[in-house]
DNA sequence: GTGCGCAATATTGTATACAATTATGAAAAC
DNA sequence: GTTTTCATAATTGTATACAATATTGCGCAC
């Protein structure tokens, strides 16, 4: 089952693969990440896997139990709204920039970005839907030139992938809502105030929709998790 | 040289004394960070180092040059005016949250740690002063109990001692401000909205303090640095 | 039949050996 | 004297071997 792709798999390559995977609920929280394991499935040294599994640490996205293993995070509640809470004091405003320095150009690639998300949930791939919507919110910080708080979204956006596996009820609902064609409007327009107030309560939709008292989902086969 | 104390010298307690060694500015910006120096100093195998420059370089504080090896961060002015611009959208708004919540035995805590901070100045140790005028930050976090917002201002202070090794022009005012009293008054009062008000013009009074222009400082032999 | 203890197994932690890449410096060409 | 070239040295990248720890499962006592 070693990969024999071309590319020579770097650590950088394999986190943002398991990254992916997570992100897209393919690896459930919970599942144990075991390094012989991963190290077979993508035909890397263990070293390499080590490298990958620590960033992933350092991204809240995998524990390191020592002696005992990697393993998909699985966010507390309270974790849960210690993520969102930081959300909403970094992407409203983040917004407000976006929405003064955007683009024409910029506008057509986060609306071209939009519609394959209705593309794959459309195609009942709603894992890639989830990714998709996660990258909007990610486009939005570098549409606002903060690479800083870019990088600080792009970890809460993919900890709430996380806790929307975990906590989340009406999945079927789950981007039905048009909170992000209302955005797009007032980028398109340069409203700050208005980018910054529908984020804003875009968040705080967020939130309500999940179910901050039991957890759903259970952790499955790395294997089954990865086929290639 | 090689270190011989009890504890068995950990990835992440090598992690914590190079963050401390950077944060206190006896590693200077720009300082090459090699391998087999660090291991022969602390005593340990390279895969230990290895880990601890990867969590360094997760944090900004080090960059990783793929073949080249790790060398203390050098944030360009650009990235100066990013960290300064998450900070006050996190900043204020926690100061808000942790003057609501704090206990008296809590604004104890903060005033003997300024006091500790007035001593190390006192005593002309500026960059232990530097430290604890950094942790106060933190603490105000933590005080908040949001854990995940306190991890981001720990990233971003360190980043902040490094800006201001690189653009710092008076450094002689550096604590001489009352900033941090005037805040712990505020706190103590539980009034919200001062302590918010008092930490924006805090950061700014920062950021104005910098001279956002040219370069000072230059790097420095690692082993005179980490003289233990 | 249930629980405990211990050996066997599997997995992670660390050090080291080797490969790949880059930095250094001396000699030759101009 | 300056620049180029190439061999040597130094440093980082990766894989693997071994040590330390945790897990598993069998056998025994109760």
Redesign the interface.
């Known amino acids: 089952m070693t990969d024999l792709s071309s590319t020579p798999m770097t650590a950088d390559l394999l986190f943002e693969k398991l990254e992916l995977a997570i992100h897209e609920h393919r690896l459930a929280p919970g599942t144990k990440l075991g390094e012989d394991d991963i190290a077979e499935v993508y035909g890397v040294s263990r070293t390499i896997v080590r490298?990958a599994l620590?960033?992933l640490a350092?991204q809240r996205l995998v524990e390191l139990k020592r002696n005992r293993g990697a393993y998909v995070a699985q966010p507390s509640v309270q974790?849960a709204r210690?993520?969102f809470?930081?959300r909403a004091?970094?992407e409203p405003?983040?917004a407000y920039s976006a929405a003064l320095r955007i683009t024409d150009n910029q506008v057509a690639q986060l609306q071209a970005h939009i519609d394959a998300e209705h593309g794959a949930l459309h195609a009942g791939d709603h894992g890639r839907a989830l990714y998709l919507s996660g990258q909007f919110h990610i486009d939005i910080a570098r549409i606002a030139d903060?690479?800083?708080?870019e990088a600080?979204i792009t970890q809460?956006i993919s900890r709430s992938s996380l806790i929307i596996a975990l906590y989340w009820q009406r999945r079927a609902a789950i981007c039905e809502s048009h909170a992000h064609d209302a955005l797009i409007t007032a980028f398109a327009a340069h409203d700050g105030p208005r980018a910054e107030e529908l984020m804003k309560s875009h968040l705080l939709d967020l939130v309500t929709s999940l179910d901050l008292r039991n957890k759903t989902s259970a952790p499955v086969s790395l294997r089954a998790a990865l086929s290639l």
């Open positions: 490298a620590q960033s350092h974790e210690e993520v809470e930081a004091l970094l405003r983040t903060q690479h800083t708080i600080f809460l």
